[in-house]
């Protein structure tokens, strides 16, 4: 290996001798890296300082005391401002006269990692050339000549200006992807928007934060992008952040049931004008599940300090008292003393049950999670619920769609869900009526369970305080804790409960529990999806996102080719016909010639005799359009 690194080193200094302008490259500490024999010939260096690590300002010292810049009155100040030139890395050209009567060009430029190429050049015959051109002719005059050598320097110099602005071009392409990268990458959406609250920018995570919103929202409003309910909640903060005031905002997208976190902070640049806003929002509805449910572990842990106490004393009362009313009942008490006796029994008994179910709800209990099938799980309790109704009462179950297995604990919504159907039948009376369980998944976020009755529907004390403790309208029937229960239970795992009355008369109770699938999907990879249709590239994002994969997008095949190098990058998907110079089989040719790792998968709608069908073939693995989900992950080896 070190033989073949020397002989890669003596080929290119070979290269660089055969050059007929002087040539040196700088590090960043300004020590000599690379030069050419015509560099030291030019100005005549000894081998000390042209050699690696020579030191430039050594280099300075020599050619000034040389005379390489004419008279100096101090050579020591000359050496030091050349040097502190230097320093500041800015390309730069000039022209001039050498002791020797030679002229010579010097054209430098700095480099992106630091340090400076230079190139020098004798432009001597050229300045002969202008010199016999002003003394023999006769028909220009003198401010032509001029302007021609100031328009020849000029040019010169847009040369070298040219050269720096296509390196500076270059950089600022591959900062802007980068960034791009960068903000690609993020699970969050970050957007601007103008004074007129219209999308100047936005990164491609919005229907990721906000499922069922559109990704490319480039030149909608905040109302067409968002719709009226998020737009309506945000359109405040960003009223404020034109106004100059920052601020941060948590608030639910009703439609997805997702709980959205968003910063809002005003564009402007010390202290001028404010140019728009820029956005920041995450979806934070895992982190609220976790806080919610954690409140409600510690409000249940408060309580049970506060009760244990009171419900020790309580028991060991309730206890004196059935003691002393059963020695009563030996005592041979009339009729109607015995019925004193037993009502005050039955009410001590009563008050032993009320004392277990505060112990239930007060008490440490902790969440066992499991994966559950939500058909299996409702007809089993359809089994238990229907022998506790009159006949009179019908239960109807119901599951819309198909709800894969997911992670709950049976047991703990088997209570809420008999307690709510109980209810249910107290509510309905003797005069019958039809109880209504429906269960559904609300995006990929929640499942929602929802019970309704043709009974008379809560009042309004009832939708204030029904889910307090203790709070009842059965009069001394009830306890008042069944509510109170199945609010403990659903937020203890992260979930919320509503009550509400339907349209047409009876109650609505809904719960909402976080959906967690029970099985994950396997090996995810980087995915670089490449297709200049917006719609067909939001529908296959969105499916290689379900199967758990990370997607960057590109819209042809030169923008695909700047985000090749990205580390971790495993599947490159392409369409076959891309906008530009490049289709997606040049594509995959090209990642194929360098080598690449990543595997290549074209889309194409070509029939199979197509002569570009059959060269994409030759070049990677072929999709046909259209496709489904069960047909990308079939062809990516994922379970379908």
Not at 261 to 279: C, E, K, M
Not at 551 to 575: M, N, R
Not at 577 to 584: E, F, K
Not at 590 to 619: F, I, K
Request: charged content about 25%.
């Amino acid at each position: 290996m070190a033989d073949k690194d020397e002989a890669r080193v003596a080929l290119t200094r070979a290269g660089l001798n055969l050059i007929q302008q002087g040539l040196s490259i700088y590090d960043s500490s300004l020590k000599l890296a690379v030069w050419n024999r015509r560099f030291r010939e030019m100005f005549d260096l000894p081998e000390r300082l042209a050699s690696e690590g020579a030191d430039f300002a050594e280099t300075i010292r020599y050619l000034v005391e040389r005379g390489e810049y004419g008279p100096v009155d101090d050579p020591e100040t000359a050496v030091r401002s050349r040097v502190a030139a230097a320093q500041t890395f800015q390309p730069h050209y000039m022209e001039r006269e050498r002791p020797s009567g030679r002229w010579i060009s010097v054209e430098g430029a700095p480099l992106p990692q630091g340090g400076w190429v230079t190139v020098y050049t004798d432009i001597t015959e050229i300045k002969l050339q202008e010199s016999l051109l002003r003394a023999r002719s006769e028909v220009l005059s003198g401010e032509v000549l001029a302007n021609a050598e100031r328009l020849a320097q000029a040019n010169r110099a847009l040369a070298a200006t040219n050269t720096a602005l296509e390196e500076a071009q270059r950089e600022l392409t591959e900062m802007e992807a980068r960034t791009r990268l960068t903000t690609e990458m993020m699970p969050a959406h970050i957007a601007h928007v103008g004074r007129d609250l219209r999308y100047t920018y936005s990164n491609r995570r919005l229907s990721q934060v906000i499922p069922g919103r559109p990704s490319d929202i480039l030149g909608l409003t905040g109302r067409e992008a968002l719709g009226e309910d998020v737009f309506g909640k945000i359109r405040p903060c960003l009223l404020r952040a034109l106004e100059g005031e920052p601020s941060v905002l948590e608030f639910t997208a009703e439609d997805s049931g997702t709980r959205i976190r968003s910063a809002f902070t005003p564009d402007r640049i010390g202290n001028g004008p404010i140019n728009g806003v820029y956005i920041l929002s995450m979806d934070v509805t895992a982190e609220t599940q976790a806080r919610e449910a954690l409140i409600q572990t510690r409000k249940r842990e408060l309580t049970a300090q506060l009760t244990s106490g009171l419900a020790h004393d309580f028991a060991n009362l309730l206890t004196v008292i059935l003691g002393l009313q059963g020695r009563l009942e030996r005592l041979g008490l009339p009729e109607e003393g015995r019925q004193l006796v037993s009502a005050t029994v039955a009410a001590a008994r009563r008050g032993g049950v009320l004392l277990d179910q505060i112990a239930s709800i007060s008490g440490k209990r902790e969440l066992q999670p499991k994966a559950t099938v939500l058909q299996r799980f409702l007809s089993d309790l359809q089994l238990i619920a229907t022998p506790t109704l009159p006949e009179t009462v019908r239960l109807e179950i119901e599951v819309a769609g198909t709800i894969p297995p997911v992670m709950l604990d049976a047991g703990a919504l088997q209570d809420a869900a008999l307690n709510l159907i109980l209810n249910a039948r107290d509510a309905i009376g003797p005069n019958g009526g039809t109880i209504r369980l429906t269960a559904r998944a609300v995006r990929d976020t929640w499942i929602e369970i929802l019970v309704e009755d043709d009974g008379p529907g809560f009042t309004e004390a009832a939708l204030e305080h029904a889910l307090d403790p203790f709070f009842t309208t059965k009069g001394g029937v009830g306890s008042g804790l069944g509510l109170s229960m199945v609010y403990d239970q659903i937020k203890l795992a992260g979930g919320t409960v509503r009550l509400g009355n339907r349209p047409g008369g009876g109650a609505a109770v809904q719960l909402r529990l976080p959906l967690k699938p029970a099985d994950k999907p396997a090996a995810p990879t980087l995915v670089l999806l490449v297709e200049d249709n917006p719609d067909i590239r939001e529908t296959v994002r969105e499916m290689l996102r379900a199967r758990g994969h990370a997607v960057i997008e590109a819209a042809s095949a030169d923008e695909a080719l700047t985000l090749t190098d990205i580390p971790g990058l495993g599947l490159v998907l392409s369409d076959v016909n891309l906008p530009g110079r490049l289709s997606g089989v040049d594509l995959a040719e090209r990642l194929a010639a360098r080598g690449h790792p990543a595997r290549v998968v074209l889309m194409t709608s070509l029939p199979a005799g197509d002569p570009r069908r059959r060269r994409a073939e030759a070049a990677a693995e072929v999709l046909s359009k259209p496709f489904d989900a069960a047909a990308l992950a079939a062809l990516l080896g994922a379970a379908a």
